[in-house]
């Protein structure tokens, strides 16, 4: 439970052998290659790479790739679980040569799926098309008429609600001689043939223009709207026939589907390796490694040097040195990394927050919640979760998390007698029976003792917090920084604890004494270093303020509580144990989902301000080596013997 000790490895070796070496890098694990700094005039950054070895390129295959997982999981639907476990396969499969075939099945997917939006386009302007001629299907008269030999002629429309009639009506009454017939009308528009001579072409038309006329949209089409509307229907029931065909085409590809997902897990290792290349040096016959691994692999990755022919050298982190973090756990301590992760991790130099949150979190998140009922939901979902699913590892950690969270929600259910708020007292009243359920802690009834424990695991976390603060100072070879910066502060605690319950102050005065000496001993004067220890004092209220925060473990508590009861008061309404369970379940189900989010928000603010706030240093980066990550495959290692 630490974080992992880290060396330096620097390394040169052979051109020829660096893709080899890089491969069994990536299968082991263990080194995070950095940026290389060349000696000038010396190594040069590696640059350049052919297609296979160009990362843009292979980003560009993986995002198709990705593209065509997505297109086969719309068009060749295939039911998965909540869960979606990686499908387990051999080193030797995995590695298989899937080039060439993986390319092919992609391109089908992509061209099929493009073909299918043009199929669907053309269709969709094929039937625009034909709506836009109903108005006059019914007629006779070419949609290219425009005259006869002694008259003009117009295919149109009018705007609704005017009618032909009312047209013909206004002809009439300015002189004009015509005729108009009526077509097709909708909502919107009256669809109209209209006959004049052509002297009073220019009069009809201004009439026409009165009533909101406009053309039929006649442009390239030859013969009347039905023979056209005929067409562009028969060309539309082609082009669905031809979308269905594709369709077909792309389901049938869904067998293609575990083939892609291993081409795009290869090519996540691919550019992995890719981006490694760049971050080397090289000649012409030669070529430098800069990196980090972790002490524990060292022995593997020794026993992996020793068949190529470089020459390497491992030595311990400077302080100029910025060294990647890997945190080392156990499996109680080991999900509360998601804790951590949410915030940042440490700065290697510091020490490993989990095992100093873990009791904390969950004794605060159970306490939050405190129901028996709710603690055994949090830990059968858990069980039966990791039982029956291959978790990966930040599904796992917060399942496990669940589970360690709902023993202590569990515990303090029984403390508080809550079981599902108080459904045995309710459940038993619609059978005419009072039960009442024993408890050691009633937040109902003494909300006060529940505030006054929860001030006082505060003030011990923040002590605890304090110590930490210390133990790193003496670590690091400075224990009178840990005697004045946390021992004047502990003098001044005791003091006023001392105090309070009656005793001298002058412990207190003691530790007021200790910071004003001790807290400005930085400045370079006497005058700076009083006001310096005068100035610190003021943090009393920072520290005042931390404990208060404290008291939003009592506020949940009650929060929870209460809705927990007035479900079952709601359900016990109508006196009647068939109606009272959906209410029951339906409440409680609301319940623990408006509640675990905010209990693990609050379970984490408190260590993430009042808690790490006393010793974390964070800013730590993680330890990302060069190792195989997959995203649909779990590979089945094979054992690695060396020479």
Known sequence: M???????????????????LLRKLQKLGCVEIRVSEAPEGYLSPAVGGADDGNPEILRRRQKDAENAIRYLKK????????FQEKELI???????????????????????????GEQRDRRAGLNAQRDSLLLWQDLPVPLETRETRASRVFVGSIAAPKTAEELEQALEETGLEGGVRAAGKNRERQGILAVCLKREEEAFSRVLRDFGYEAAPAASLRGTAGENIARLEAEADMAARDEEETLAFLEECGAHRRLIKLWYDRLTLEIDAAEARQKLLHTEQAFALTGWVDEPHVPALEALLGDYCCAWELSDPTAEDTVPVLLQNNAVTRPLNMVTEMYSLPDYRNVDPNPLIAPFFCIFFGMMFNDLGYGLVFILLSLIVQKKFRLQRGMKNMMQLMLECG?????????????????????????GK????????????????????SLALGVFQILFGMGVKAYILIRDGHPWDALMDVGSWWLLFAGVAVGALGGTWLVALAGVLALLLTQGRAKPTIPGKLVGGLASLYDITSYFSDILSYSRIMALMLAGGIVASIVNILGGLFGNIILFIPIFIIGHVFNIGINVIGTYVHAARL??????????????KAFRPLEVKTKYFDIVKEEVHHA
């Open 607 to 620: 260590q993430y301000l009042e808690f790490f706030g006393k010793f974390y240093a964070d800013g730590g």
């Open 407 to 431: 023993v202590t929600t569990a515990v303090f259910g029984i403390l508080t007698g809550s079981f599902f708020g108080d459904a045995i007292t309710q459940i038993a009243l619609l059978f």
């Open 90 to 116: 051999s080193e030797q499969d995995f590695f298989a040569d899937i080039r060439e075939e993986a390319l092919r099945a992609v391109g089908s997917v992509l061209e099929a799926v493009q073909a299918l």
């Open 75 to 82: 068009y060749a639907y295939v039911k998965t679980g909540l």
């Open 434 to 453: 009072d039960v009442t359920v024993p408890a050691l802690l009633k937040p109902m009834e003494n909300p006060l003792q529940i505030l006054i424990i």
């Open 2 to 20: 630490s974080i992992v000790k880290m060396k330096k490895l620097q390394l040169a070796g052979l051109s020829y052998q660096q893709h080899d």
